[in-house]
């Protein structure tokens, strides 16, 4: 027996497994620093799921001086909204297309491509979607010294998807994700993650430039109120008019009683974009989301950049002023 054999069998035998590819940490950790200048934009949504996305699609439109959007995908989703997965990217299409109309913005429906009706099968299979062939199709296109932002704020099935049908994308693609709770939150248990788990351990694995802004523990400190809503908003245009209603009446849905406060979550993953002011971050090592609704931890894996504090006061103002103009 040669030595080589020898030293494989032992590997074998004690268990040493495959040496993992290589990470390139400093080219992953300057990707992960904001955008200097204007920054092109796909945002992913699932924009009939709640009130929130709508005023996230908006913020970014109205950030026209920093954000340039190239195109908006319907996410699915499945909860009191819809019937299915599929119902619901279907709703979430048309709920664009009138956010758009609402906003005098009907130039970008043609860049509106409709999503997954379905959520990833397993971790190998795409499901394969005009949104995902959209993504790969732009992605490929770029330069890698100027990557393609995609703001997610719904499952990401239709990125791991996009992923999964071509994955060098990693390196043409920055993906800012609201997505999972706090690392020191109880659970995992969020909406957008436990939807499609396998979609999300694609993206937390796979080595893209990823910017996690968690809901519990973080972004739920971002939260606002009817009397301030009416304040900013009502009568200022179609758009605010709209968002009011939109949010006051999915609290009376929801029953919260006569004092209530809503998160408008989706907006933050927008913002990571427009202002270091806004939020707080810093490296932390991929976590891994498993599928009882925990997060296990590895700290030999790649980086990533977690936000761990949102500064209210100054977004809502930028946010407010701009949705009012």
Known sequence: MSQKQAIQDWDEIIGVKPKKKQVDYTRLIARLEKPKGTADVILDTDTYNEID?????????????????????????????????????????????????????????????????????NEKEPVISPAARDLVQRAMERDESAPLYVVAIGAITNIASAILLQPSIINKIVVIWLGGNSLDWHDNREFNLYQDVA??????????????????????????????????????????????????????????????????????????????RFMLERLEPSPIPEYDDKWAFDKTRHFIKYVYGINRDPLFEDLFTKLAK
């Open 53 to 121: 996305d709508q005023f996230a699609l908006a913020y970014l439109i109205k950030s026209d001086e920093k954000l340039n959007l190239q195109a908006i995908y319907a996410a699915p989703f499945y909860n009191h909204h819809s019937e299915s997965p599929q119902d619901g990217m279907e709703k979430s299409y048309q709920e664009i297309l009138k956010v758009l109309n609402l906003m005098g913005r009907k130039e970008f429906e043609k860049i509106t491509y409709k999503g997954s009706g379905a959520y990833l099968p």
């Open 199 to 276: 979609a999300a351990r694609i993206v937390f694995g796979c080595g893209v430039p990823l910017v996690q802004l968690p809901c519990m523990g973080v972004v739920s400190a971002f939260a606002t109120t009817g009397p301030e809503l009416t304040y900013w908003l009502k009568g200022k245009n179609a758009l605010c008019d709209y968002l009011l209603e939109n949010t006051v009446s999915e609290a009376e849905l929801v029953g919260q009683g006569k004092c209530w406060s809503r998160t408008i979550w989706d907006v933050t993953a927008v913002a990571w974009l427009l202002d270091p």
